[in-house]
């Protein structure tokens, strides 16, 4: 129904910067919200950013507000995650995300792209 695809991780270092891209295919309509999520080695996954489809509200963790920034594109059925500042917390395995209009969690997930920042 919905498809999603990440892109742009990386290695990079202490301070530097990545944009992770995320496209979605199929059944877009249905689209409630997009995220991102990440998990790193041995935590469990979190909420990064999110933002809605038809209107502009964003969620931001506490823990990259000011450093990241969520957008997307409708018409080209893509997300964006500006990632900037990074730091060695900010290493983990990140998703990509789709919540369906009518649902109450996120329920369609891409393959992951592994961010690493280094010191």
């Known amino acids: 129904q919905v498809q999603l695809v990440e892109s742009g991780g990386g290695s990079v270092q202490t301070g530097g910067s990545l944009r992770l891209s995320c496209g979605a295919s199929?059944?877009?309509?249905?689209?409630?919200?997009m995220g991102w999520f990440r998990q790193a080695p041995g935590k469990e996954r979190e909420l990064v950013s999110s933002?809605?489809?038809?209107?502009?509200?964003?969620y931001y963790a506490d823990s990259v507000k000011g450093r990241f920034t969520i957008s997307r594109n409708n018409r080209a059925n893509t997300m964006y995650l500006q990632m900037n500042s990074l730091k060695a917390e900010d290493t983990a395995i990140y998703y990509c995300?789709?919540?369906?209009?009518?649902?109450?969690?996120?329920?369609?997930w891409g393959q992951g792209t592994q961010v690493t920042v280094s010191s």
């Open positions: 995300a789709a919540q369906r209009i009518g649902s109450q969690t996120y329920d369609t």
């Open positions: 199929g059944r877009t309509v249905s689209i409630y919200a």
């Open positions: 933002i809605r489809w038809t209107i502009n509200d964003r």
